[in-house]
């Protein structure tokens, strides 16, 4: 069946998605909490000692060595990660050895990309890559969101690509996780070595599910490598290369305060009406990204529990210098790590017994015994567009175009209150719409939005919008805040897109929220 005249079906967001991708029977959105899987985990197939070295040495001479002993050929799924951001260094090799051997219809499956893997769009056009099931940014998602994959793409969230490995909708059969140390057994860990870029948690799933696990290392040590965040006991072969990841572009560049008077009002904003509706309190936890309207609003949120004399209980969060200054200080106790962003960040993490990594598994897998996730007070999160239902897009721009990936964001939409700080436009174009283009978020999970000209709350949480009219607290409405961005910037045009579905967006319990349509060119 061809992307141009799959089967779509309306779904219980009131989205039109495939029922089959890539040959795979798909499930339709059914609501939050309305699907509940039956069944079992996948099984790993069963291993023997017998057919490992009895020494424990596991490495062989190159990467290309260790993917033809692994059986790489036609069609597989080769997974990798990325923590190593734009640094990585390996992800292209993998392919390159891959196109050299004429192997074609690969399954890239890593959770997510970054410009550094521009190169690997000669792949997608020769037939060796037949589709990326990760996010797509950049020139992949321009290439994608224009066409040019064989297969359609898939999106999904970090504990949803758990999710689907644990439940067997996606069979890994050669995991490669780039470690910056490591010894010869494959234990590794991602806190020591010259290219340390913090943990490697979203190697776990990888690493216990795959058919076969290597580990790429520029740093090998004498057994056992301590801290072992990902178990020899998973790993076929190590493989050790001349250098794994550039370590000047694995640490994020966004880790720094915003300077724009509008998002540093955006922040203190965010954190006034979490102050006047009671958010924070002595023992509350928070999540907050990176970016720079997030990092401020972690600054705000400090001044609160210093003048209060308070403590937060947990920051669950990617790590960098502030949290960490906050938990070294005694304003937190714990840092709960999903990655890390900054040098500072690797160093806690080394040092601190109480900085503590984490994985999609423990924070965000929809399918386990709870997650911490539902845990948090309040959740920070962006968005590209929002529409007057609290809808939430994070994946394409107001051009169609793929932005960028999910990552942990439709996660944290179980957080106790979600608020979206974001400006009303951008590229004078308003942010807040009628309907959003790509729904990646339902708007029953979204709690507040936050812009420079004011703050509405969605009307189901009556308990929020109580507290903030008596604490005088001033709100708008959602549609209020619609109208001031097309005041001011006229109302925008709709993305042109045709029928054809590039891609689709799963929902943390595996089943299809929405599609993404090929951009039309002009």
Sequence with gaps: MSKQNIELVKNAAGRFVPTEINGEKQIPYQGVGKYIPQGRKYGPPIVSCANYPADGNKLVKDLKEALIKCGLKDGMTISTHHHFRDGDLISNQIF?????????????????????????????????????????????????????????????????????????????????????????????NGVNGPAASGLLGFALADSQYADKVIVVTDTIVPFPCIPWQIHGNYVDYTVKVDQVGNAEKIISGTTNITKSPDRLLIAELTAKFCEATQIIYDG????????????????????????????????????????????????????????????????????????????????????????????????????????????????????????????????????????????????????????????????????????????????????????????GFPLKTIEELKAEGERICGVPQKPKLTDEVIAVIKWVDGTVIDSVRRVAKP
């Design 96 to 188: 390159d050895i891959a196109h050299e051997l004429g192997i074609k219809d690969l399954r890239w499956y890593p959770s997510a990309s970054f410009p550094c893997h521009e190169p690997l769009i000669k792949y997608l056009q020769d037939g060796t890559i037949n589709r990326i099931e990760g996010s797509m940014n950049g020139a992949l998602g321009k290439f994608a969101s224009e066409g040019g994959m064989k297969g359609i793409g898939v999106l999904r969230s970090h504990g949803g690509r758990y999710q689907a490995v644990q439940d067997g909708e996606v069979h890994i059969d050669i995991a490669v996780i780039a470690a910056p140390i490591a010894d010869a057994f494959g234990n590794a």
């Design 284 to 471: 509350f936890s928070y999540q907050a990204g990176a970016g720079g309207t997030s990092l401020s609003i972690g600054i705000y949120f400090e001044e609160i529990l210093r003048r209060n004399n308070w403590k937060a209980r947990f920051i669950r969060a990617g790590s960098n210098k502030y949290p960490v200054k906050m938990l070294e200080e005694g304003v937190v106790d714990y840092i709960l790590d999903g990655q890390t962003f900054d040098l500072e960040g690797v160093r806690s993490m080394r040092e601190n017994a109480n900085h503590i990594d984490t994985s999609p598994f423990t924070s965000y897998n929809y399918h386990g015994k709870g997650n911490f996730a539902s845990m948090i007070d309040v959740v920070v999160l962006g968005a590209t567009e929002v529409d007057v239902n609290f809808n939430a897009n994070v994946v394409t721009h107001s051009d169609g175009y793929l932005l960028h990936g999910i990552g942990g964001w439709q996660n944290c939409l179980f957080g106790r209150t979600v608020i979206l700080p974001i400006p009303l436009f951008r590229d004078r174009i308003p942010i807040i719409v009628d309907e959003v283009t790509t729904l990646c978020g339902p708007g029953e999970l979204i709690d507040v939005i936050v812009t420079e000209r004011g703050v509405a709350v969605n009307p189901l949480r009556t308990d929020l919008i109580a507290k903030a009219k008596a604490s």
